[in-house]
């Protein structure tokens, strides 16, 4: 009997393309111009190579919409049955040889930490790619379908997730782009990147930094959250003991307060960190003044 079918992100070529085009964004905050991540993708996912090939196959999923049904599951037999002319043993070898690389490179926990954008369809490709490969035991059958019929609904627009809404202007351009001119849009998109955000502070980066690396893990990037509205709140309390002009202490008042209702947040939400954002560019303008 055949085990059922099982999904392991370390295993899926999307998964593991996501996480690197996430690991770069999170290096750019932190001003690091030759992230180790480029060098990987650009050396495991050429298109010449199995990685590469699988990683069209999972793209061509993302690169077709609103198809009736009856195209959506052709769209699927079409792509399984080009994963199975894939040499599977060259390319787990190329994804051993990948993990390898990223564990010598970066803190794997946290690497597999990042939030991966469509993760329900990417693992519902895989799960349909490995049936494809070594076959399907009865018992699996439902799993196999319920895979399928995911794809299919994602495929067709019947569905739309924040996930599948996620994907970044980064992610798609990097995509559509061949090897060579794909190392260049990193570079531009790198010089774009420092230059839009050249004038916020280390805290303003650091803040930044923590949501993109800890999206997905929910409890580090509230404890985060919650550190960093009580340090501000303290903060601000203490430079509106300086200001003189009753309406600017009024407005910093209010500031304070919403950073004080940040701090017992069960949930970080976006208006929360544009909230930090903007208390820290108070804070910052403040004692640039010398009040």
Same mark, same amino acid.
């Given at each position: 009997?055949?085990?059922?079918?099982?999904?392991?992100?370390?295993?899926?070529?999307?998964?593991?393309?996501?996480?690197?085009?996430?690991?770069?964004?999170?290096?750019?905050?932190?001003?690091?111009?030759?992230?180790?991540?480029?060098?990987?993708?650009?050396?495991?996912?050429?298109?010449?190579?199995?990685?590469?090939?699988?990683?069209?196959?999972?793209?061509?999923?993302?690169?077709?919409?609103?198809?009736?049904?009856?195209?959506?599951?052709?769209?699927?037999?079409?792509?399984?049955?080009?994963?199975?002319? @894939?040499?599977?043993?060259?390319?787990?070898?190329?994804? +051993? #040889?990948?993990? *390898?690389?990223?564990?010598? /490179? &970066?803190?794997? $926990?946290?690497?597999?930490?990042?939030?991966?954008?469509?993760?329900?369809?990417?693992?519902?490709?895989?799960?349909?790619?490995?049936?494809?490969?070594?076959?399907?035991?009865?018992?699996?059958?439902?799993?196999?379908?319920?895979?399928?019929?995911?794809?299919?609904?994602?495929?067709?627009?019947?569905?739309?997730?924040?996930?599948?809404?996620?994907?970044?202007?980064?992610?798609? @351009?990097?995509?559509?782009?061949?090897?060579?001119?794909? +190392? #260049?849009?990193? *570079?531009?998109?790198?010089? /774009? &990147?420092?230059? $839009?955000?050249?004038?916020?502070?280390?805290?303003?980066?650091?803040?930044?930094?923590?949501?993109?690396?800890?999206?997905?893990?929910?409890?580090?990037?509230?404890?985060?959250?919650?550190?960093?509205?009580?340090?501000?709140?303290?903060?601000?309390?203490?430079?509106?003991?300086?200001?003189?002009?009753?309406?600017?202490?009024?407005?910093?008042?209010?500031?304070?307060?919403?950073?004080?209702?940040?701090?017992?947040?069960?949930?970080?939400?976006?208006?929360?960190?544009?909230?930090?954002?903007?208390?820290?560019?108070?804070?910052?303008?403040?004692?640039?003044?010398?009040?």
């Amino acid at each position: 009997m055949k085990p059922s079918i099982k999904h392991n992100k370390l295993k899926n070529t999307g998964i593991l393309f996501e996480l690197l085009v996430r690991q770069i964004t999170s290096d750019l905050m932190e001003n690091k111009q030759n992230s180790p991540a480029v060098q990987l993708m650009r050396e495991f996912f050429n298109s010449k190579k199995e990685l590469g090939k699988e990683l069209i196959l999972y793209r061509a999923f993302f690169n077709a919409h609103n198809l009736s049904e009856q195209r959506a599951f052709e769209l699927v037999r079409l792509v399984t049955e080009q994963r199975k002319t @894939l040499d599977q043993t060259v390319l787990n070898h190329q994804k +051993y #040889l990948l993990i *390898k690389e990223i564990k010598n /490179n &970066f803190e794997l $926990k946290n690497f597999f930490a990042s939030r991966v954008p469509s993760y329900k369809i990417y693992a519902s490709i895989s799960k349909v790619f490995e049936s494809a490969t070594t076959g399907t035991d009865i018992a699996s059958i439902d799993e196999l379908a319920n895979s399928q019929f995911t794809i299919v609904e994602h495929l067709s627009g019947k569905t739309v997730t924040k996930e599948s809404a996620h994907n970044t202007e980064l992610s798609q @351009l990097i995509r559509s782009q061949e090897d060579d001119i794909r +190392y #260049l849009s990193y *570079k531009i998109l790198i010089e /774009n &990147f420092n230059e $839009k955000y050249k004038n916020l502070d280390g805290a303003q980066k650091k803040l930044l930094q923590e949501y993109i690396h800890n999206i997905s893990n929910t409890s580090n990037l509230k404890k985060y959250v919650q550190t960093e509205s009580t340090r501000l709140s303290v903060e601000l309390k203490k430079l509106s003991k300086k200001i003189t002009d009753d309406v600017t202490r009024i407005k910093l008042h209010e500031v304070i307060s919403q950073l004080n209702r940040i701090q017992t947040v069960k949930t970080v939400k976006e208006n929360h960190m544009t909230a930090l954002l903007i208390a820290m560019e108070i804070s910052k303008s403040i004692k640039t003044l010398g009040v």
